[in-house]
C-alpha cells in the first residue's frame, strides 16, 4: 500500500524531513533548467507542492508568480503557514485543478508520480496538467531515479539493498528526520523511464527533455571525503514535456 498523504502524522514529520540532498541534486537543477528555458517571469504551478518547500524556493529565486497546490490539508496548511508573500496556495480534491485552460507558462511536480499508485492517474493528472498549460509550455517532473535504488544517500535510502524492483512495484523509502532515532518509513510506486514516456505521449505532450542527475561532491556546501562512494551515482531524473 502506497503512504497516504492525507495523514497528518505522516505530513508533520515528511515536513520536518531535511531535504538538502534533493535540494542540491535535484531542485537546483529543476530551477536551472526552468530559468534556462522560460527566465522568471512567468506564472509557474507547483503540482504536488507539499508543504511548500519548492515553491519557497522558485520565489526566492525570482519567480514572482507561483502557486502550489496539493491534496493533503495538513501540507497546505504549513505552506501557507510559512508564508503566502509572492505565493499562492490551494487544496485539491483530486486531478482536476482549479484553474482555466492554458493558465500556466510550466507546471513542475516534485516526487509525485512515485507516488501515484496507478498508470491510469499518472495519465489524469498529466492530461489536466495539458490543459492548463499555456501552448509552447512545459510539464517537468523531478523524480527518484529508477535506475538507482538501494543506495545510502545521506538523508535517505530508496529501495532495500540488493533488491531489483520492476515497473508497477511498491518499493519502501526510509528517510532520516532530524532528532528521531527511527526513519520514517514510507511507501513509493516504482516507475520505470518508459511509463513516464508512456505517460507524456497519452495525454498529448512531447518529450523534450530527460535527463540524469548525478550527486556530485564538489556542489557539497563543506567539502568531505564521507560520501565519496556516492560520487556521480544517479540518484534523481529529470524529464520535461512541451505542449506544442
Known sequence: MNTNWTEQNIAELFDAYD????????????????TCSYGKGISVLD??????????????????????VDISPTMIEKAISAGTNRLRFEQIHGPNLPFPDNSFEAVISCFLFINIPERRELVR?????????????SYYIL???????????????NGEHGISYQDGDNRPVYLTIPGRQQPLEIVDKQW??????????????????????????SQLPVH???????????PYILLRATKQ
Not at 527518484?144 to 535517505?156: A, L, W
Open 19 to 34: 531535504d538538502w540532498v534533493e535540494n542540491a541534486f535535484g531542485y537546483q537543477p529543476l530551477i536551472a533548467e526552468l
Open 47 to 68: 503540482y504536488g507542492c507539499g508543504s511548500g518547500k519548492v515553491s519557497r524556493r522558485l520565489r526566492d529565486d525570482g519567480f514572482d508568480y507561483v502557486t502550489g
Open 125 to 137: 493528472i498529466t492530461t489536466e496538467v495539458m490543459r492548463v498549460l499555456k501552448p509552447g509550455g
Open 143 to 157: 523524480d527518484t531515479h529508477p535506475q538507482t535504488t538501494g543506495v545510502d544517500y545521506p538523508t535517505y535510502r
Open 192 to 217: 520505470g523511464l518508459s511509463t513516464y514516456r508512456n505517460t507524456f505521449a497519452a495525454a498529448g505532450l512531447s518529450l523534450t527533455t530527460e535527463r540524469n542527475l548525478p550527486f556530485d561532491n
Open 224 to 234: 568531505t571525503n564521507e560520501f565519496r562512494t556516492l560520487q556521480d551515482t544517479k
